[in-house]
């Protein structure tokens, strides 16, 4: 069972094109089950990034939808000691049995809240996408 502020690991997932990816890391920003566009859902997560460099770090933090993951911020086994960044203008639609997860961490309640509000912003400026293709 995964809730709010969880860190999974998703086995394989499919993006917003359809293509099928391996082994990825998501934060829980809604455990509650819905629908949208017809279709059920158990959960909504955003997606997580490493840094490979310096470079690619200015750069990805400076896209409005990116939040920055210090590893502070996060608690649990396996935790990437680099650092990344969420992103938060993708909502990811997931149905639970349709995927293989496992959680392994959880986040900090203040980077939650900021990511969160983050969302909400992207939302009232209509830069979110919704991914539904794991339902």
Excluded at 84 to 107: N, P
Aim: aromatic fraction near 8%; include cysteine; charge should be negative.
């Amino acid at each position: 069972m995964c809730k709010l502020g969880d860190i999974i690991v998703v086995k394989e997932f499919k993006d917003q094109k359809g293509i099928t990816v391996p082994k990825h890391s998501f934060v829980v920003i809604n455990d509650e089950p819905d629908y949208i566009e017809g279709f059920e859902y158990d959960f909504v997560s955003n997606i997580m990034c490493s840094f490979h460099d310096e470079k690619q770090k200015k750069h990805k933090l400076s896209i409005e939808g990116n939040l920055e993951i210090k590893p502070e911020q996060i608690h649990g086994q396996n935790i990437n000691s680099k650092g990344g960044y969420i992103r938060a203008d993708e909502l990811f639609y997931f149905k639970k049995a349709k995927i293989e997860y496992k959680v392994i961490a959880h986040m900090d309640d203040e980077l939650l809240d900021e990511l969160v509000q983050l969302i909400i912003k992207l939302h009232d400026k209509h830069k979110e996408r919704n991914v539904i293709t794991n339902l």
